[in-house]
């Protein structure tokens, strides 16, 4: 997730009222852009945590997606950060909490996509298929059928 630095400053009224007097709406629109960002990671986590409970079978995949999207974000801002002159003077500190966030999604990338990937746990754990209720009534109807 984005470091805590950028999810609370850019709802304050001081630093909009910096960016204004800059004259700089590009900043303004890259903290729009970033809260954007960080709703529709929480509505694409709420998703994940359904299908992690449910045990389908596309969790795996969608949390793999969901971390490298996080670590892609991430760098994307770093970026952004590194080279926006306006945004170094407006936040001295920014390149350095990015770079953090950075480090923090690479470490997290490494050791939860290698383990959800390689977990045979995992393979067992997640198999459920979409509409498996009515694959498994189906299922058991057809084994009542055959047994009478």
């Known amino acids: 997730m984005l470091p805590s630095f950028y999810q609370s400053n850019y709802m304050r009224t001081d630093i909009w009222m910096t960016l204004n007097a800059l004259g700089n709406t590009g900043l303004q629109l890259y903290f729009i852009i970033q809260m954007?960002?960080?709703?529709?990671?929480?509505?694409?986590?709420?998703?994940?945590?359904?299908?992690?409970?449910?045990r389908r079978d596309i969790f795996p995949k969608f949390f793999v997606i969901m971390a490298l999207a996080e670590l892609?974000?991430?760098?994307?801002?770093?970026?952004?950060?590194?080279?926006?002159?306006?945004l170094r003077d407006v936040y001295p500190s920014g390149e350095a909490e990015m770079l953090k966030a950075v480090i923090r999604s690479v470490v997290f990338v490494a050791i939860w996509v290698a383990a959800i990937v390689r977990a045979e746990k995992?393979?067992?754990?997640?198999?459920?298929?979409?509409?498996?209720?009515l694959v498994e009534e189906e299922f058991n109807t057809t084994q009542e059928n055959v047994m009478s």
């Open 122 to 133: 995992v393979k067992d754990t997640f198999i459920r298929p979409y509409k498996y209720g």
């Open 36 to 54: 954007v960002v960080e709703v529709v990671f929480f509505i694409y986590s709420c998703w994940i945590i359904y299908w992690f409970f449910r």
């Open 72 to 86: 892609g974000i991430n760098v994307v801002f770093y970026i952004i950060v590194t080279f926006s002159a306006t």
